[in-house]
């Protein structure tokens, strides 16, 4: 047992630390709070644990709480716990010394560090709860007296590199610590500590779900000025400290079985986590066992949130570690394309002052991440198989932004093929799926077509579409700016292909259909043309790479296609949007050599090769098949005045 006051020094480590937190690294200063009620509560925890494991242990557990107490004009705040509590050689231990092997190598990295913000997360990965109490506070006093001892501990420091221990026989079980605040100062972030709005709002933030009740006094009660009689008088004179109020929901709803929370409960936790006033369109729980275990309370909302295409838009996924709030928007729990996903995810094994940069890196995270994403689309899928309705709303809001998980999210590419869907040539009102489309597949098709551009009507009235309509094959009609993206990237689909019906060579016939009559007569037609493509392709050179006899066209006499592997033009203005300068890419102009337009041209180019007019024919020829496939002319006023000056001629 000791007796009197001892001073001592604080390890080299800690003092250096020390130095860092007061000179304040942190701009959120609020996370002192968090801290020291986390604190708390793994005493509580410890405490309930340790009554468990020692029947013999003389504690009381009756009425295990957190309790803070704030006074205004002393400028003094309390954190108060009746959990495990300290012993004066475990105070030396805990408080004055830092036992960690990489100490060295992590104040040198912290000294070294010119970023603020790197320097805060560098001392997140150490895990320094206690001390970031002296951010706010020009002195700290911690009482303190371990479960079952009869003898308590009080310590004081002002964080200058020394402090001092002495006995305190009137400690209860328990810890607590009592901060001298330092002056308010807006502009440094810190904040009036002593403001018991304040603490209740970070309270409310950072430790709602704290399944021990925090307490505080209620709200100071208006005084009224009417009550003068004597018994009033000397009621006065005996006044009465003001029961306490708990101040945190303790409803970690996740944690809770799920027969016993209601969907209403789920709702109002998804309002307040999301400040959506709308209920969510699903409620997702998981719960993991095992070596690492974690629980999750996810909602996919009904509605898009504004800033989903925002740049400095946020994931609405919110880390706790044992029922503790660590980080709103933790990006390393769920991937960009789904965003929309808000909840809460609750580890039981990480540190309570991990970083967003060790998130990233941390196995454990990444496992999470990956169970979270599997779920996430599975339970999508459910409502896809079970709700058509729900499933539309879903596909409405946010089918775009998933469809960005087809470019960065190669693992689960085919899960989010699988509930995708997509505007098709087979329904004028409701979309398809791919599993859908390939089950309509004709005999002896073997790709799914597909076709990007502006707008339904556009495509659907494109030449490219001609022979595809004569054969009865569907294609997708794809309308959204991220298709020209996924669907270069994403090479098929159950075995089958994804082919473009605006690039490369067409060939719809079955092997069935390919006689050697239909061979020799299309070898033919190629000799045929043969004069007039070359000499198109030379007048036309610096619009096109080629002139070509096509296979897709049956009644337009000509459209304008892309190589196999090209950058289609919306692909092409996106990039140059984005401030990409591409080098001129020339497509392809394919002729319908039935057409009585182009068999007209060919036998005036046989008999007249001189003629000038021809080729104003064949740039004509062009233009009506750019304009055909929605695209822009280079020079729309000579298109008007050769159009105008052939019209002429006909009257």
């Given at each position: 047992?000791?007796?009197?006051?001892?001073?001592?020094?604080?390890?080299?480590?800690?003092?250096?630390?020390?130095?860092?937190?007061?000179?304040?690294?942190?701009?959120?200063?609020?996370?002192?709070?968090?801290?020291?009620?986390?604190?708390?509560?793994?005493?509580?925890?410890?405490?309930?644990?340790?009554?468990?494991?020692?029947?013999?242990?003389?504690?009381?557990?009756?009425?295990?709480?957190?309790?803070?107490?704030?006074?205004?004009?002393?400028?003094?705040?309390?954190?108060?716990?009746?959990?495990?509590?300290?012993?004066?050689?475990?105070?030396?231990?805990?408080?004055?010394?830092?036992?960690?092997?990489?100490?060295?190598?992590?104040?040198?990295?912290?000294?070294?560090?010119?970023?603020?913000?790197?320097?805060?997360?560098?001392?997140?990965?150490?895990?320094?709860?206690?001390?970031?109490?002296?951010?706010?506070?020009?002195?700290?006093?911690?009482?303190?007296?371990?479960?079952?001892?009869?003898?308590?501990?009080?310590?004081?420091?002002?964080?200058?590199?020394?402090?001092?221990?002495?006995?305190?026989?009137?400690?209860?079980?328990?810890?607590?610590?009592?901060?001298?605040?330092?002056?308010?100062?807006?502009?440094?972030?810190?904040?009036?500590?002593?403001?018991?709005?304040?603490?209740?709002?970070?309270?409310?933030?950072?430790?709602?779900?704290?399944?021990?009740?925090?307490?505080?006094?209620?709200?100071?009660?208006?005084?009224?000025?009417?009550?003068?009689?004597?018994?009033?008088?000397?009621?006065?004179?005996?006044?009465?400290?003001?029961?306490?109020?708990?101040?945190?929901?303790?409803?970690?709803?996740?944690?809770?079985?799920?027969?016993?929370?209601?969907?209403?409960?789920?709702?109002?936790?998804?309002?307040?986590?999301?400040?959506?006033?709308?209920?969510?369109?699903?409620?997702?729980?998981?719960?993991?066992?095992?070596?690492?275990?974690?629980?999750?309370?996810?909602?996919?909302?009904?509605?898009?949130?504004?800033?989903?295409?925002?740049?400095?838009?946020?994931?609405?996924?919110?880390?706790?570690?044992?029922?503790?709030?660590?980080?709103?928007?933790?990006?390393?729990?769920?991937?960009?394309?789904?965003?929309?996903?808000?909840?809460?995810?609750?580890?039981?094994?990480?540190?309570?002052?991990?970083?967003?940069?060790?998130?990233?890196?941390?196995?454990?995270?990444?496992?999470?991440?990956?169970?979270?994403?599997?779920?996430?689309?599975?339970?999508?899928?459910?409502?896809?198989?079970?709700?058509?309705?729900?499933?539309?709303?879903?596909?409405?809001?946010?089918?775009?932004?998933?469809?960005?998980?087809?470019?960065?999210?190669?693992?689960?590419?085919?899960?989010?093929?699988?509930?995708?869907?997509?505007?098709?040539?087979?329904?004028?009102?409701?979309?398809?799926?791919?599993?859908?489309?390939?089950?309509?597949?004709?005999?002896?098709?073997?790709?799914?077509?597909?076709?990007t551009g502006e707008s339904r009507s556009i495509m659907e009235s494109s030449p490219h579409m001609e022979a595809f309509r004569d054969k009865g094959f569907e294609v997708l009609l794809l309308t959204d700016p991220i298709d020209e993206l996924w669907v270069d990237a994403v090479p098929e689909f159950d075995g089958k292909q994804l082919r473009s019906i605006a690039k490369g060579?067409?060939?719809?016939?079955?092997?069935?259909?390919?006689?050697?009559?239909?061979?020799?007569?299309?070898?033919?037609?190629?000799?045929?043309?043969?004069?007039?493509?070359?000499?198109?392709?030379?007048?036309?050179?610096?619009?096109?790479?080629?002139?070509?006899?096509?296979?897709?066209?049956?009644?337009?006499?000509?459209?304008?296609?892309?190589?196999?592997?090209?950058?289609?033009?919306?692909?092409?203005?996106?990039?140059?949007?984005?401030?990409?300068?591409?080098?001129?890419?020339?497509?392809?102009?394919?002729?319908?050599?039935?057409?009585?337009?182009?068999?007209?041209?060919?036998?005036?180019?046989?008999?007249?090769?001189?003629?000038?007019?021809?080729?104003?024919?064949?740039?004509?020829?062009?233009?009506?098949a750019l304009l055909a496939e929605g695209g822009e002319l280079s020079d729309p006023s000579r298109f008007i005045k050769l159009v105008a000056e052939r019209v002429q001629q006909t009257l």
């Amino acid at each position: 047992m000791t007796t009197g006051v001892e001073t001592f020094e604080f390890q080299v480590e800690a003092r250096q630390l020390l130095q860092l937190m007061i000179h304040s690294i942190y701009s959120n200063k609020d996370v002192f709070l968090r801290e020291l009620i986390s604190n708390a509560s793994d005493a509580l925890d410890r405490l309930r644990l340790e009554s468990l494991r020692d029947g013999n242990l003389q504690a009381d557990t009756s009425d295990l709480h957190i309790a803070i107490e704030v006074d205004k004009e002393s400028r003094t705040l309390t954190v108060r716990d009746n959990g495990i509590g300290m012993s004066h050689d475990g105070v030396v231990e805990l408080i004055g010394t830092i036992a960690n092997s990489g100490t060295a190598r992590f104040l040198k990295e912290l000294r070294e560090s010119k970023d603020a913000a790197a320097s805060a997360d560098l001392i997140g990965q150490f895990g320094v709860g206690f001390y970031s109490s002296f951010m706010v506070a020009d002195e700290v006093t911690m009482l303190t007296r371990h479960a079952g001892e009869s003898q308590g501990t009080r310590w004081v420091s002002s964080g200058e590199g020394t402090y001092t221990l002495e006995p305190a026989d009137d400690a209860p079980q328990g810890t607590s610590v009592t901060l001298k605040l330092k002056p308010e100062d807006t502009e440094d972030h810190l904040y009036d500590y002593a403001s018991p709005w304040k603490i209740r709002e970070i309270i409310k933030q950072h430790s709602d779900f704290i399944t021990w009740p925090i307490r505080m006094a209620p709200a100071q009660a208006p005084v009224t000025t009417d009550e003068t009689d004597e018994t009033d008088e000397a009621e006065q004179g005996e006044e009465k400290a003001p029961e306490l109020e708990t101040v945190n929901s303790m409803k970690a709803l996740w944690a809770r079985p799920k027969d016993e929370v209601t969907d209403e409960e789920y709702h109002e936790f998804y309002k307040h986590i999301s400040h959506d006033w709308v209920d969510p369109l699903e409620t997702i729980r998981m719960q993991a066992e095992g070596t690492f275990e974690y629980q999750s309370l996810l909602f996919i909302p009904a509605r898009a949130p504004q800033d989903l295409y925002m740049q400095d838009r946020k994931r609405g996924v919110q880390l706790y570690v044992k029922r503790v709030f660590i980080m709103d928007d933790c990006e390393a729990l769920m991937p960009e394309y789904l965003r929309f996903i808000k909840g809460v995810v609750d580890a039981a094994d990480l540190s309570l002052n991990v970083s967003r940069e060790t998130l990233q890196q941390d196995r454990q995270i990444q496992l999470m991440r990956r169970r979270l994403v599997k779920k996430v689309l599975s339970t999508v899928k459910d409502i896809m198989s079970s709700d058509a309705e729900r499933y539309g709303t879903f596909w409405t809001e946010f089918g775009r932004v998933l469809k960005e998980g087809l470019l960065s999210d190669l693992e689960n590419r085919e899960a989010i093929l699988e509930v995708c869907s997509f505007a098709s040539t087979h329904d004028t009102e409701q979309p398809t799926t791919l599993r859908g489309y390939t089950e309509r597949m004709k005999d002896g098709q073997e790709h799914i077509y597909y076709m990007t551009g502006e707008s339904r009507s556009i495509m659907e009235s494109s030449p490219h579409m001609e022979a595809f309509r004569d054969k009865g094959f569907e294609v997708l009609l794809l309308t959204d700016p991220i298709d020209e993206l996924w669907v270069d990237a994403v090479p098929e689909f159950d075995g089958k292909q994804l082919r473009s019906i605006a690039k490369g060579q067409v060939d719809l016939d079955s092997q069935d259909e390919k006689d050697e009559e239909a061979e020799a007569e299309r070898e033919q037609r190629q000799k045929d043309f043969a004069e007039l493509l070359s000499w198109m392709t030379t007048a036309l050179s610096e619009q096109v790479k080629e002139v070509r006899l096509s296979t897709r066209l049956t009644t337009s006499p000509a459209c304008i296609v892309g190589d196999t592997f090209d950058v289609t033009p919306a692909l092409e203005n996106i990039y140059r949007s984005m401030g990409q300068n591409l080098p001129q890419i020339k497509r392809i102009l394919e002729l319908n050599p039935t057409h009585p337009l182009v068999s007209g041209l060919r036998k005036a180019h046989g008999e007249r090769k001189d003629d000038s007019g021809l080729a104003e024919t064949a740039e004509l020829l062009y233009s009506m098949a750019l304009l055909a496939e929605g695209g822009e002319l280079s020079d729309p006023s000579r298109f008007i005045k050769l159009v105008a000056e052939r019209v002429q001629q006909t009257l």
